[in-house]
C-alpha cells in the first residue's frame, strides 16, 4: 500500500522533470539562395529594426516592429542592386504561414532599383509581441489596400528563381 501513495507523486516528479519548453519559433528562409537561414526572435532583434504605423477603420493606429523582408533575404544573399538582371530577375519568394496561406512578392518589387517595396516582418505591435493568433511573425505590407498579402503567423520564406 506505501507504494501505491509514493505512484502519483513520482509520477507527478518525473513529468516534471522531463517535461519540454515549448519550441522556440524560427523564420525559415530556403530555396534558391546562397545561405539558407533559420531565425529566431532573438535574431531578429538583433538586426536593425523599423516600424510602420497602420491606420485602423476607428481612425486609431496600429504600430508594428521588425525587420524589412529585404534586410532578411540580403542576410541569406539574394541577389539584389546591380546583381538583380537577367536570370534574377525571375526570381521571387513564396511566404508560407502555418495554416497553408501563402503569398508571393519578386525580387524586383523589393530591390530599391525597382519597385522599392517595404515590406516588415513584424514580431510587435503596438511594443508587444504578436498574439499568438497572428505570429509570432507577420508580413506587414504598408502600401498594398487590400492587405491580404500581410501574411499572419509566418513561417518559411522560399526563394525560388523560374529561370535556371
Known amino acids: 500500500m506505501g507504494y501505491a501513495r509514493l505512484l502519483p507523486a513520482v509520477a507527478l516528479f518525473t513529468g516534471i522533470a ?19 537561414l533559420s531565425l529566431s526572435a532573438d535574431d531578429l532583434g538583433k538586426m536593425p529594426r523599423e516600424t510602420v504605423s497602420l ?14 523582408l529585404f534586410g532578411v533575404l540580403q542576410k541569406a544573399g539574394v541577389p539584389f542592386g546591380e546583381k538583380l538582371r537577367g536570370k534574377a530577375l525571375t526570381t521571387y519568394v ?6 497553408g496561406y501563402q503569398v508571393a512578392f519578386t525580387l524586383g518589387e ?15 505591435r503596438d511594443g508587444k509581441p504578436l498574439p499568438e493568433k497572428t505570429g509570432p511573425f507577420r508580413l506587414v505590407c504598408p502600401n498594398d489596400k487590400a492587405g491580404a498579402r500581410s501574411v499572419r503567423m509566418l513561417e518559411t520564406l522560399e526563394v525560388i528563381r523560374a529561370a535556371k
Open 55 to 68: 491606420p485602423n477603420p476607428d481612425g486609431s493606429k496600429t504600430v508594428y516592429e521588425g525587420v524589412t
Open 18 to 36: 522531463f517535461a519540454q519548453a515549448p519550441p522556440t519559433a524560427v523564420l525559415a528562409v530556403q530555396g534558391d539562395i546562397a545561405s539558407p
Open 94 to 99: 513564396l511566404a508560407k504561414a502555418q495554416d
Open 110 to 124: 523589393l530591390d530599391a532599383q525597382f519597385g522599392n517595396e517595404s515590406i516588415l516582418i513584424a514580431d510587435k
